[in-house]
């Protein structure tokens, strides 16, 4: 009887919280439907809700956004928008800080978050897993006197949560898997092995 309790707790509990999580995410973006007149939403052209609809708005929306600042007029058009909100004090800070960590998180030519690093902490007796998110400049360089690495140390299951280090390159290991392996790793606890990147 215990054993089958195991094993369906074991199959169950992916299952409910990837339902969960996915469930969580098509709610959240449904709510880009407000955007629309009444009279252009699902319950005035159908009446009926239909879940997931945000969805393809969001999508829509956000490749638009991509489409009219990849070009010359809406560059233009971006960067008058910033410098309006360059005016406004508390916008001004709050904005500049998400678009400096977006610009280096998804920037094509950044280096956040590309290689995946064995460190010693939180003693030298002890390693895990950490995220290379960049190299120290300016002052802060100049005081640390050798070449170091910033690194992300993330908790274990939540990813999202974790600490940033500067650390020596001559303690640093870098390793050859995936960020997408390494994070599997890491939520897992250690029971996820990853694999070494493809060449």
Known sequence: MK???LTGIVVLIPLVITVWVLRLIVTTLDQTLFLLPPNLRPEALFGLHIPGLGVVLTLVIVLLTGMVAANFFGRR???FGEQLLEKIPVVNSIYS????V????FSSSGQAFRKVLLIRYPHRDSWTVAFQTGIPQGAIAGHLGEPHLN???PTTPNPTSGFFLMVPCRDVVELD???DDALKHIISMGVVEPRP???
């Open 197 to 199: 990147k493809l060449s």
């Open 97 to 100: 800080s998400v678009k400096q």
């Open 151 to 153: 690194v992300y140390v």
């Open 77 to 79: 058009l971006l960067r």
């Open 102 to 105: 977006s610009d280096t998180l």
């Open 177 to 179: 898997i995936s960020v």
């Open 3 to 5: 054993r089958y309790l």
